[in-house]
């Protein structure tokens, strides 16, 4: 509990409005950064500045980058132009490259449809993710064959997944999501009902 | 994950200095703010920038302060001068003061003794407590009657209060300690045997 230090106090209010940073959190870093050198301070403060200066949407996937046309995945010439996978964050593009087994363009919706908190489909990159499919069929841009949907298996990414698939049902585009199940190295009897149903459910031919 | 994007790798390096936030809670933060408003991240570097600019040490309990001079509870000439309560931190000043049973002086050690984290006494405000006791007793300062230990009850917290006592004990001096013990409103078969122990080693009269 901080008292009589206006400064300080604001600090942490500040600090206080981070995600998952409550106010017992808040006045612990408060008085980290007070005790740490005047040379953190003011690199906190520097990339603070610089991320908010130089980091921007890329204009065909919308992920973030620092470039001034397009980002390092989109001017990467080697992949493929017919395949898209749709996915929620930035964040999940380089863990989805580094699997290795995609090769093709990425497009970022900076969110999953949900109704409880007030995101609707439009507050999402949907309508440019259309954009680029029709484009495609129009020949105004690359052809798109396959739009993989890599999002989370949670009732807001089905939700996503639902409404994406019934946009795109009628464009001649095969229309897939990533596969939920056993993950590997998993023990069956450590996996949670639903995700062995789903398992069981989109079993495969070996 | 975030890739190819320095300014926003940086950003979270430096968020995931501060204590408590790891790197999946720094890559966190660091979206957060990059989505946010350009106010926000203006507000937290004006609020960063402030708190090392005008935040210091009150030159009499080491507190924190944005005073010239005395920190608000050394300024305060209603409180008693020959009491002096030794805490840890500057926030348990105010957690102190609000059980209204203290109206002495306060002294912020900033710590307490740690040899496994390599903290000593010198690292502490311990020399400029004794020369507040000194000054009283050559009689150049407030004479000081008792000395009140408010250190956490743990290890670091009972060798500080050992350390105090020995230095403290040829002084004419009462040096006495906060009591440990059962919480109010707490129930006796849900608290610790230790604490449990301490309450009993402790009992009053009654």
Chains 1, 2 share one sequence.
């Not at 995600?19 to 906190?44: F, N, V």
């Not at 992920?63 to 010439?77: A, I, R």
């Not at 109704?115 to 309508?127: F, Y």
Request: glycine share 6%.
């Amino acid at each position: 509990m901080i008292k009589h230090v206006p400064s300080l106090e604001k600090l942490v209010h500040e600090l206080s409005r981070l995600p998952g940073i409550g106010p017992k959190s808040a006045e612990r870093l408060g008085y980290y950064i007070l005790r740490s050198s005047d040379e953190y301070a003011e690199q906190l403060r520097e990339s603070l500045k610089r991320v908010k200066e130089v980091v921007h949407e890329c204009p065909s996937c919308y992920s973030f980058t620092e470039s001034d046309s397009l980002c390092h995945y989109c001017s990467d010439t080697s992949r493929q132009n017919d395949l898209i996978c749709v996915v929620e964050d930035p964040a999940d593009i380089a863990r989805i490259d580094a699997a290795g087994v995609f090769r093709g363009r990425y497009h970022v919706l900076h969110g999953t449809i949900s109704p409880l908190d007030g995101v609707s489909p439009e507050d999402l990159r949907i309508q440019e993710l259309m954009e680029k499919v029709h484009k495609g069929l129009c020949e105004e841009g690359p052809k798109i064959r396959e739009v993989i949907l890599a999002l989370d298996a949670d009732l807001e990414g089905d939700t996503t997944v639902l409404y994406l698939a019934k946009a795109l049902q009628d464009k001649d585009i095969k229309v897939t999501r990533i596969a939920h199940g056993v993950p590997i190295g998993g023990d069956i009897n450590y996996i949670d009902q639903r995700t062995l149903g789903r398992a069981l459910e989109n079993r495969i031919n070996v």
